[in-house]
């Protein structure tokens, strides 16, 4: 397990900051402060909002991506995204991924920049699922569209030029959750085994009580306010113990694939990311640890930073690796 540090109070800070109170680099400083609550009529809003941001970006997007429509568990429809590189080798490796957004929110502009990116650097298809999106569609729907998204995958890898045997989930925060949770029902039906699991300061606990989940109610993109109305939402149906694979850290954790965590040193969502590393290792799991400093969650919407550039090239650099 590689740790880039370990504890807050350990850390060496040798950047500016703009935030006496949280050091937040000065990179990512004029990000937003934002307290969401995913109500039924606020979100749509929000969304909408999202995909006019991205419009500039479709040209661009639709020379690298090829569409496909795919039945879920309940016979409802969504789209997927497969984005291929020029001149893939046959039989290439795939990242199936899945977009953050407090399993509410539609994909952003960014998250289709970073898809073209793993694509093109690690060389490899992305499959990117328009899953469906709570408060109107909570757990499970969402995840049900993820896992049959790899189901998808699989059952087609030869009509795409798919290696099988070399198949990796990745998302970011609930995007995370979401891989982390498709990892562990592939494991419980024996479909394959899959070669990684990148995880970028991924959702992992529903408790919310861990000391960032508490201390960060003020920090910039997301805090803790947030996180805990997110929940209220996702698992509105369900009361007391969370359902099979809504959260990670209370999943079984045995014989998971290898695995990448990405954390942000001010995210409300940074001590359950460390920890669901650990609990990974404690259990045969090997893990890469990146834990980044300065930084709030959704830093990497900041691309011109050289914090963002690293932690990018990290990802890069692990797929690189578990598809070799």
């Known amino acids: 397990m590689v740790l880039a540090g370990k ?9 500016q900051v703009t935030d006496t109170k949280y050091s937040v680099h000065q990179d990512f400083s004029k990000l937003p402060l934002l307290t969401l609550t995913f109500g039924r009529i606020s979100t749509p809003v929000i969304n909408a909002v999202i995909a006019c941001m991205r419009i500039y970006q479709l040209p661009f997007w639709w020379r690298c991506a090829r569409r496909y429509t795919i039945k879920s568990t309940d016979e409802s429809t969504f789209n997927i995204f497969v984005f291929s590189p020029e001149k893939l080798p046959a039989k290439a490796p795939a990242l199936i991924y899945y977009h953050g957004g407090a399993f ?16 093109r650097e690690a060389n490899c298809y992305v499959i990117f699922p328009d899953y469906r999106l709570g408060p109107v569609d909570p757990f499970p729907h969402g995840f049900n569209d993820c896992y049959v998204t790899l189901q998808w995958v699989l059952d087609n890898a030869e009509r795409l030029g798919i290696d099988p045997q070399r198949i990796a989930v990745g998302g970011d925060s609930a995007g995370g959750a979401l891989a982390a949770s498709v990892s562990q029902r592939n494991r419980d039906k024996g479909d394959i085994r899959l070669c990684g699991q990148m995880l970028v300061y991924p959702v992992a606990d529903c408790e919310c009580k861990t000391q960032s989940a508490r201390e960060f109610g003020d920090t910039l993109q997301w805090n803790s306010r947030s996180n805990a109305n997110m929940w209220k939402m996702y698992l509105r149906d369900f009361k007391g113990v969370a359902p099979a694979y809504a959260s990670p ?11 990448y965590v990405e954390t942000a040193e001010f995210d409300p969502l940074h001590d359950e990311g460390i920890h669901y590393a650990h609990v990974l290792q404690d259990h045969g799991c090997e893990v890469q640890v990146n834990e980044t400093f300065g930084t709030v969650h959704g830093f990497d919407h900041v691309k011109d930073s050289a914090i963002t550039s690293a932690a990018v090239d990290a990802r890069i650099g692990f797929l690189k690796q578990i598809f070799a």
Do not use: M, V
């Open 7 to 15: 504890y807050r109070e350990k850390k060496i800070r040798c950047f």
């Open 104 to 119: 509410a929110l539609t994909y952003t502009r960014e998250h289709l920049h970073y898809a073209i990116r793993y694509a």
């Open 249 to 259: 850290i209370h999943g079984d954790l045995h014989n998971l694939p290898p695995a």
